[in-house]
């Protein structure tokens, strides 16, 4: 059992290192012709980069706030540059 409360609602990603009140648009990469997919397709692979590049930079205290380990943090950092 967590001391942590649960998160009933929609965990958005940032968009912005300089501004994390900005929140990032939820994309879908299905439908449209193929220019909009791959730049749908482009503006997730982009939300993803600048909400790890904001993970990046947290202190261990503010990890500790949103409910990340250190390792956790660590994990989806390392993950793959353009693939993940």
Do not use: C, Y
């Not at 929609?10 to 879908?28: F, L, Q, W």
């Not at 449209?32 to 749908?40: A, D, K, P, Q, V």
């Not at 939300?47 to 930079?57: I, P, Q, V």
């Amino acid at each position: 059992m967590s001391i942590m409360p649960q998160i009933k609602g929609e965990i958005v990603p940032i968009a912005s290192v300089s501004d994390p009140r900005v929140i990032a648009p939820r994309v879908t990469t299905t439908g449209g012709t193929w220019l909009e997919r791959l730049w749908n397709g482009f503006i997730e692979w982009h939300s993803k980069r600048e909400g790890r590049r904001a993970l990046r930079e947290l202190t261990a205290d503010q990890l500790k706030d949103i409910g990340m380990s250190q390792s956790d943090a660590a994990r989806e950092v390392g993950k793959s540059f353009f693939w993940d």
